[in-house]
């Protein structure tokens, strides 16, 4: 049974950086695609990136190109979620969740595995 822990959340001023990872245990994260996914209170969870297990495709959200970037370490079973120029409208709780094969990369009803969540604040 796929586990996943995320780790990397805080509280950081606008404009600042952080980096959320995801880390892999019970299986092999390369079999799946992996998407981050995001919940402020009050709002529905959101889509905010993926990557594919083939050819490593990736995919964002349209609130989070050019700012956002997702990648994998297939060899340390994890996955990263670089966040640069955060906004105070980043801020939210932030989950990695996996499937084996997914039509809707930003769907979260198509995701099977879950992690349970890491609070990013950006505020000043």
């Known amino acids: 049974q796929l586990q996943l822990v995320e780790s990397g959340g805080g509280l950081v001023q606008p404009g600042g950086s952080l980096r959320l990872s995801c880390v892999a245990s019970g299986s092999t994260l390369a079999y799946y695609a992996i998407g981050w996914f995001r919940q402020a209170p009050g709002k529905e969870r959101e889509g905010v990136s993926c990557?594919?297990?083939?050819?490593?495709?990736?995919v964002y959200a349209d609130s989070v190109k050019g700012r956002f970037t997702i990648s994998r370490d297939n060899a340390k079973n994890t996955v990263y979620l670089q966040m640069n120029s955060l906004k105070p409208e980043d801020s939210a709780v932030y989950y990695c969740?996996?499937?084996?094969?997914?039509?809707?990369?930003?769907?979260?009803?198509?995701?099977?595995?879950w992690g349970q969540g890491t609070q990013v604040t950006v505020s000043s």
């Open positions: 969740a996996a499937v084996s094969v997914v039509r809707d990369y930003l769907d979260p009803e198509q995701y099977d595995f």
């Open positions: 990557i594919s297990s083939a050819y490593d495709s990736t």
